[in-house]
């Protein structure tokens, strides 16, 4: 098993250990060409990252040599598939700072993690188990979530408070980008019982204050959800340390397989919290008019789960953890700040982000005066360059900054420098073709 | 492929100076449709009238105007200005025969050029349906359209007699 902290060789310097070829020669992809013979420029990894062949290699080893159904069976594959998998969650869990495996629950991706969490504190509201009572909810309750929130982060709340009657409360943004916390003693206050928010934002690439916000939501016994998807995969993250209750990410944003994410949750907590889909796995007993349930995480992971995906991403974690995570954000540091520097300095050019290198990850969004978003993808595309374009999922952002659909650049760990320079003459072209053919 | 042959001469002018915009009275429905995967929007108010009065069924019925306000990408701009060129002052019959022509070549991937004597400037939208990804783009008016022209013929009051009102 791989160590926990970077090996010899790397320095949490970024650059001068960093061996950008030998990373980049880990991705079969960035080799191949689109659109017409054009170097492929992948800056959508906020959207899904690539994965390395250690990742895609662990996969195809389970699946040739120990696929089985896990925690079922009386064979040998059984066996092995199911020490993959469990040593697959331990793995995952330390690289996240879950002090125990037993906090870290398998879901799909993070959107399922954040539902779980959003329909088991409904579940609770109609259940008369005395534990389940700290996670009722009931009109005169209150949610708070910020206006920055992934739509995955959003609806499953404005859903719960729909049909338990709480009032669903909001951070505003300000004009920098940043959460508005002025009001922090006002919003979270003795009626708040969960607040939700992002640790880092898609969008904007701003990186919340966890520990304020944790704090304040502890003062008053709210709960709190971090949305880990764009923290976990570009930064070392203890989640302990945050002090969070509950925290969701996705594999395929960090390297590994698509269908398979986690819920980090306190054991005290899961271990109270009534079940979320139901059925085989996640049972104690079962009788024919009732049943009782699994301790976490079993409790929430029923029906045969992922297998070879969730190796793939110990396999994943085990890659970021060889590189170092220090490495791996010092690195996505500097593309960022020269992607924030180069494309600050052209004209036409609004960033939709903190343009300031400080507390803000690898997201960069903006948007080309006089071109839709839209357009300027077309054109970067046509580069070579693969970006996304639109609201990201995040419309109620786009909305408070009055714009319909924003540009984002997004990194991960294979990105380089010069790749910057390619998406900044992209969107010059975009510029000429739009402006100059008038 | 040549962004110049996507983003042709024609879709660039109707871009920059769109024909029919704004919103216009009378009008019989008027809709508002989003593109749920980038954000675009348009309002699209349709008015019908009969070519002879009192005779009623849809063939009969012509599209007397289509105005129109949103925000969205050249493609979808574009696309809704040459619309109201092909399609106002044609029977309801014709306007969607139209729609299911550029339809048809919008979602093609590329195997339908479009035939220029009905769809006139809109074959200059035959390369955008080799980018899966903007054939929403294309067709966001144009489903609006008919949307708003399905509303009103499903109307039971006459057509004819409704100015000024408003589904959606
Ligand atoms: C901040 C944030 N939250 C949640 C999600 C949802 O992730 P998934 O679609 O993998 O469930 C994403 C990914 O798009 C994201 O960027």
Redesign the pocket.
């Known amino acids: 098993m791989t160590s926990l902290v970077a090996g010899p060789g790397h320095t949490d310097t970024g650059s001068p250990a960093f061996n950008s070829e030998a990373i980049r020669a880990d991705f079969p992809i960035l080799e191949r060409t689109v659109r017409g013979g054009k170097p492929l420029v992948y800056l959508d990894s ?2 899904t990252s690539q994965r390395p062949v250690p990742v895609i290699d662990a996969e195809q080893e389970f699946l040739t040599t120990h696929l089985s159904a896990v925690h079922r069976g009386a064979h040998q594959l059984a066996e092995e598939a199911t020490d993959f998998y469990e040593s697959a969650r331990l793995r995952i869990s330390r690289f996240i700072g879950a002090p125990s495996a037993e906090e870290l629950v398998f879901t799909k ?6 539902n779980l969490v959003a329909y088991s504190f409904g579940n609770a509201t109609y259940s008369d188990e005395p534990e389940a009572a700290r996670f009722r909810l009931g009109p005169g309750d209150e949610i708070v979530v910020t206006e920055m ?2 739509h ?2 959003l609806v499953p709340w404005q859903e719960l408070c729909r049909r338990t009657g709480a009032t669903l409360r909001w951070f505003g943004l300000t004009d920098d980008f940043r959460l508005d916390l002025s009001n922090i003693s006002e919003l979270i206050n003795s009626r708040t019982r969960v607040v939700a928010f ?1 640790h ?3 969008v904007l690439g701003t990186v919340n204050p966890v520990a304020e916000i944790v704090e304040a939501a502890r003062k008053v016994g709210a709960l709190t959800v971090l ?1 880990a ?2 923290s976990v995969p570009h930064a070392p993250v203890d989640l302990a340390e945050l002090g969070v209750d509950f925290a ?1 990410f ?1 594999g ?2 960090m390297l590994g397989p ?1 269908g398979v ?1 986690g819920l980090y949750g306190r054991y005290e907590l899961l271990s109270q919290m009534p079940p979320f889909l139901t059925g085989g796995s996640m049972i104690e007993q079962v009788f024919i008019d009732h049943s009782t349930y699994a301790a976490p995480p079993a409790r929430f992971e029923a029906g045969v789960p992922m297998t070879s995906q969730a190796v793939g991403l110990g396999a994943a974690v085990d890659y970021l953890n060889d590189l170092g995570m220090p490495v791996v954000a010092a690195h996505e540091a500097e593309l960022t700040g020269y992607a924030l520097q180069q494309l600050s300095s052209l004209d036409g050019i609004r960033l939709i982000g903190p343009s300031e290198n400080v507390d803000r990850g690898g997201a960069v969004s903006f948007v080309v005066d006089g071109v839709h978003a839209h357009d300027v993808g077309q054109i970067l595309d046509n580069e070579g360059v693969a970006v996304r374009v639109g609201h ?2 995040a419309w109620p952002l786009h909305r408070r900054y009055g714009i319909a659909a924003t540009v984002r650049a997004s990194f991960a760990v294979y990105n380089t420098v010069s790749e910057v320079d390619v998406l900044v003459d992209a969107v010059q072209s975009a510029q000429k073709f739009f402006g100059g053919r008038g | 492929m040549q962004m110049e042959q996507l983003y042709q001469e024609i879709i660039l002018d109707h871009h920059r100076s769109p024909h029919h915009a704004g919103l216009r009275d009378p009008f019989d429905t008027e809709v508002h449709h989003v593109n749920p995967t980038c954000g675009d929007e348009i309002t699209l108010r349709v008015a019908l009238g009969d070519v002879e009065p009192g005779s009623g069924s849809a063939g009969s019925v012509v599209v007397t105007d289509i105005s129109y306000e949103g925000m969205g990408c050249s493609i979808s701009q574009a696309s809704t200005s040459v619309m109201t060129d092909l399609l106002i002052g044609r029977t309801v019959t014709e306007a969607l025969g139209i729609l299911d022509e550029f339809t048809a070549m919008a979602t093609s991937r590329g195997t339908i050029s479009g035939d220029e004597e009905v769809l006139g400037d809109g074959i200059a939208f035959a390369g955008v349906s080799k980018y899966p990804a903007r054939v929403k783009c294309a067709l966001l008016g144009w489903m609006a359209f008919k949307d708003a022209t399905a509303q009103t013929v499903s109307r039971p009051n006459d057509v004819v007699t409704q100015t000024g009102g408003s589904a959606s």
Do not use: F, L, R
Not at chain 1, 109 to 114: K, L, R
């Open positions: 906020g959207a991706n993070a959107t399922e993690a954040i929130e992934h995955a982060n992002t880092q934002s898609n949305d998807c764009q969701a996705s395929h944003k698509s994410g990201h999922c």
